[in-house]
């Protein structure tokens, strides 16, 4: 197997169990599930936070997996690294176990791993897989 073969296969095993994975966590939230409510509750969070985090958590896994928009896939990183962060700080705050405070983190490795291993053409600032078509309208709404 190719290195190029070997990476893309990571990249969709990291994608898919972090980032892609959100989608899970996203349904969840937006549905209200009492496991997650009481969470919510016991990290000191108000109730419509949920729909806040379901909404943002769904739009990100959708931005992470589909093909092009890499800058929007950039912001959706971006934001699974701050919730992922701030979960595991506000579970250190709240004086949970280790477990609970680690469990963030993996899954911040996991998209971390996926930011890390992405293809080029998925990747902010590479015009080289895109069409020539939207690179020269790109330059001529920002030039």
């Not at 419509?48 to 943002?56: Q, R, S």
């Not at 931005?63 to 701030?86: D, I, M, Q």
């Not at 979960?87 to 930011?115: E, K, N």
């Amino acid at each position: 197997m190719t290195r190029e073969k070997t990476r893309t296969i990571a990249y969709w095993i990291t994608t898919i169990l972090g980032p892609a994975s959100f989608v899970i966590g996203g349904y969840l939230q937006l549905t209200g599930d009492p496991q997650v409510m009481a969470t919510l509750a016991h990290l000191g969070y108000p109730p419509y936070f949920a729909v806040i985090l379901g909404t943002c958590n769904l739009l990100g896994a959708i931005a992470v997996v589909v093909p092009g928009l890499p800058r929007v896939k950039e912001w959706a990183y971006a934001g699974f690294f701050f919730h992922l962060t701030a979960a595991a700080a506000t579970r250190a705050f709240v004086g949970d176990s280790a477990g609970d405070i680690a469990a963030p983190l993996v899954f911040l490795a996991l998209v971390a791993a996926s930011w890390a291993l992405r293809p080029a053409s998925r990747q902010l600032g590479n015009t080289a897989a895109a069409p020539a078509a939207a690179v020269n309208l790109q330059e001529a709404v920002f030039v």
